[in-house]
């Protein structure tokens, strides 16, 4: 089964200049995205980061620069304006991986999900950690291109270069992600 996971679609990434230029394309394809697996009956989730004022939650770097961001509650926190939200599950992270520290792999197990849709930002980043963990959990990752960004262009290009070879992660095209949905026996291992 496949399941669609939208990851940090958050006002604080997009105050980021490259992606603020791409915030209404990767909203308009996110929303594609997640309306056409509704319609299909794919389960989606809405993931987002949020973080603690009081430096429970906050990353290395975070520390280190004693700098923290999206904090619960603020405005960076809430999703961009235009996603499409009503009714779709949510999960709250604090590291790049969704994975990590959250409970997406029981979600995952209770959909009798093996291959997750990926699609947000940042491609370099939370995108690219979400999809390693999953290969280490034995779930296979496609990207869906149009509705995933990143501020980091050439990061990306060279970590999705990796991850395509190595762990043998698809790039598809918005539409041919959307054809799946109707014909999951063209995927690997279905």
Not at 29 to 40: K, P, V, Y
Not at 103 to 109: K, T, V
Not at 131 to 138: R, T
Request: net charge negative; glycine share 4%; proline share 3%.
């Amino acid at each position: 089964m496949i399941a669609v996971l939208v990851i940090d679609m958050q006002n604080a990434f997009f105050e980021e200049p490259a992606l603020k230029r791409r915030q209404e394309e990767v909203v308009a394809a996110c929303n594609s995205l997640t309306s056409a697996a509704r319609e299909a009956g794919v389960n989606v989730l809405l993931v987002c980061t949020e973080h603690e004022r009081d430096k429970s939650t906050w990353s290395l770097n975070m520390l280190d620069d004693d700098q923290g961001f999206i904090f619960r509650g603020s405005d960076q926190a809430k999703f961009v304006p235009g996603l499409l939200t009503t009714d779709i599950p949510q999960m709250v992270k604090t590291r790049d991986s969704t994975f990590m520290g959250t409970d997406l792999g029981m979600r995952l197990r209770n959909w009798d999900v093996d291959t997750v849709i990926l699609a947000g930002v940042s491609a370099h980043n939370c995108i690219a950690q979400t999809a390693a963990d999953a290969f280490a959990h034995n779930i296979r990752v496609i990207y869906a291109a149009e509705a995933i960004a990143t501020e980091n262009p050439e990061a990306a290009e060279a970590v999705l270069r990796v991850l395509t070879r190595e762990y043998r992660q698809r790039v598809l095209p918005l539409d041919e992600v959307l054809n799946l949905f109707s014909s999951a026996s063209s995927l690997p291992g279905a």
